[in-house]
């Protein structure tokens, strides 16, 4: 069975860091482009990060220069490192596989989602 595991959410203080790992089992994930998205509470879902299987990568405006996607194939993971965090990143953190080559912005391009990892920027 196809699953996606996020997990490394946490509650950092503002300017930390955390790393968010998206684990997959079930199928291989260099073969797909992945996405990161987040959901703040009231909020509609929001698309944070993506890597296609060229490693290609696409950054929201909010998070270029702090938030860092990658992978390792070798643990069919996909990571986000995240850094210089501020309490507005505070969300429900989502991967999710799109088959298409291209990244999109829409969840709705997206077919398998994880369950989500709670991240908490708050002093």
């Known amino acids: 069975q196809s699953q996606l595991v996020e997990s490394g959410g946490g509650l950092v203080q503002p300017g930390g860091s955390l790393r968010l790992s998206c684990a997959a089992s079930g199928f291989v994930l260099e073969d797909y482009t992945i996405g990161w998205f987040r959901q703040a509470p009231g909020k509609e879902r929001e698309w944070v990060s993506c890597i296609n299987r060229r490693d290609n990568t696409n950054y929201q405006d909010s998070v270029k220069g702090r938030f860092t996607i990658s992978r390792d194939n070798a643990k069919n993971t996909v990571y986000l490192q995240m850094n210089s965090l501020s309490p507005e990143d505070t969300a429900i953190y989502y991967c999710?596989?799109?088959?298409?080559?291209?990244?999109?912005?829409?969840?709705?391009?997206?077919?398998?989602w994880g369950q989500g990892t709670q991240v908490t920027v708050s002093s």
């Open positions: 999710a596989v799109r088959i298409g080559y291209y990244c999109s912005v829409s969840p709705i391009d997206f077919g398998s």
